[in-house]
């Protein structure tokens, strides 16, 4: 099986680095080639740009109601990564001055999914930070489909700031936004989660560019106690799984009859669901219900999986905080679904997977961000620091270090 993951990673990545290198040489005419080929729609090179007129158009498609509930998400997830800007900062010495300049990045490229499903949460979550960040230019690639792109997502983008929207979906986006082309400017970061295509090419053209994280499938892991109704874990497992057929739903729990009344559960809502296909196959291949002798052992249990998403459904949620060590997201309590923080809780939802939690952070403000040294010194400074400054150039065999040193402070 690891052999054949192998050989699968080894043949995607070839056909990934085949498209990169066509949308470097051909630019438009790879992007149109390649829409065609994967997403079937043809469009010529001058409608892979979307006109303002369609984005106003798409607000009159929106249902009011809809609407509303857009602006409603926009607004909390602003006020939060509000919360989360750095200022400059300065240090002062006598003679020197020490500090950090904090620059927003200048174009971003904003990728949301349109595969199986409209995500215009993903275009709030992706665009609004980089807004409230004061990136200058924010653009956005999403796949065409016959029936044109979802409204929502063209209100989603106008609202989160986004100042151009481009026909184009799959590894050849990443190529156009990495590289540029006639029609799309190179961008500094692209950001957005995406399918095994998308996160291969993000992968090869970091570097070029910088990426906000190389993202896996979606993942929940839910950790109960037993005393939580198994109508709410299952329908929280189910809320990933229908994500696609290789997404991750886990259930650590300390009772085994909860357990089996969780299962009990589960075939009963996926009976019910629109895309009950998807997550019955989710669940089978990737999901698992696991019993373990106490909540400690669940904890050490959740640590090692580091999830996207993690949910403590206990008693006394609040109380199991302190040992959690690796996750994108932390839910508590009962009544605290996965569902509130993809839409409208106010932190991201673009989230590290794959276990990556161990050592990476939910999309920020501060992803959009760079930080710039700065350093100052008199000529009386420098001079305190001149046996310092000459042991250390001695050390490392640079005398030219030292000497640039000296020559300032050779007297006139």
């Known amino acids: ?133 004061g990136v200058r230019e924010i653009l956005m690639t999403t796949p065409p489909h016959k029936d044109g792109i979802s409204p929502a997502v063209l209100v989603a983008a106008d609202l989160a700031g986004v100042d151009h929207i481009y026909r184009v979906g799959g590894a050849q986006a990443i190529a156009a936004l990495a590289h540029g082309t006639a029609s799309i400017p190179r961008v500094d970061k692209i950001v957005g989660p995406g399918n095994r295509y998308v996160a291969t090419a993000k992968r090869l053209v970091y570097g070029t560019v910088d990426v906000d994280m190389v993202a896996g499938p979606s993942e929940i892991l839910i950790i109960s106690d037993g005393k939580t109704s198994p109508s709410f874990v299952a329908a929280d497992l189910i809320s990933q799984a229908e994500h696609d057929e290789m997404a991750l739903a886990i259930l650590i729990t300390t009772s085994e009859t909860f357990g089996r009344e969780v299962r009990r559960e589960l075939e009963r809502q996926l009976f019910l669901l629109k895309r009950g296909k998807i997550a019955r196959t989710s669940l089978r291949r990737r999901g698992a219900i696991l019993v373990v002798k106490d909540l400690s052992q669940a904890m050490d249990l959740a640590n090692r999986i580091a999830p996207e998403h993690l949910e403590i459904c206990v008693l006394k949620p609040l109380a199991l905080l302190k040992g959690i060590r690796h996750a994108g997201a932390v839910f508590l309590g009962p009544h605290t679904p996965e569902a509130i923080g993809d839409y409208l809780a106010g932190p991201n939802h673009i989230l590290p997977t794959a276990g990556t939690a161990r050592f990476s952070s939910p999309l920020d403000v501060e992803d959009f961000m760079k930080r710039i040294n700065l350093i100052s010194f008199t000529k009386d400074a420098l001079r305190r620091f001149e046996k310092d400054l000459k042991r250390f150039a001695e050390w490392e065999g640079l005398e030219g270090h030292y000497q640039s040193v000296q020559k300032r402070l050779e007297k006139a």
Do not use: N, W
Request: hydrophobic fraction near 35%; aromatic fraction near 6%; charged fraction near 35%.
């Open 1 to 133: 099986m690891e052999q054949r993951v192998t050989e699968d990673s080894l043949r995607l990545e070839k056909e990934v680095r085949s498209i990169i290198r066509e949308v470097r040489c051909r630019g438009d005419e790879a992007l149109v080639h390649y829409t065609q080929l994967f997403d079937r729609v043809s469009i010529p090179i001058r409608q892979l740009r979307v006109e303002t007129k369609e984005v106003r158009e798409a607000y009159q498609k929106t249902p009011q109601d809809f609407l509303k509930t857009l602006e409603r998400a926009a607004q909390r997830i602003r006020r939060f990564h509000r919360l989360r800007i750095k200022r400059s900062i300065t240090q002062l010495e006598k003679g020197i001055r020490l500090g950090q300049m904090i620059r927003p990045l200048e174009r971003v490229g904003v990728y949301v999914p349109g595969g199986k499903a409209s995500y215009p949460s993903t275009v709030l979550m992706a665009a609004i930070p980089a807004k409230v960040a």
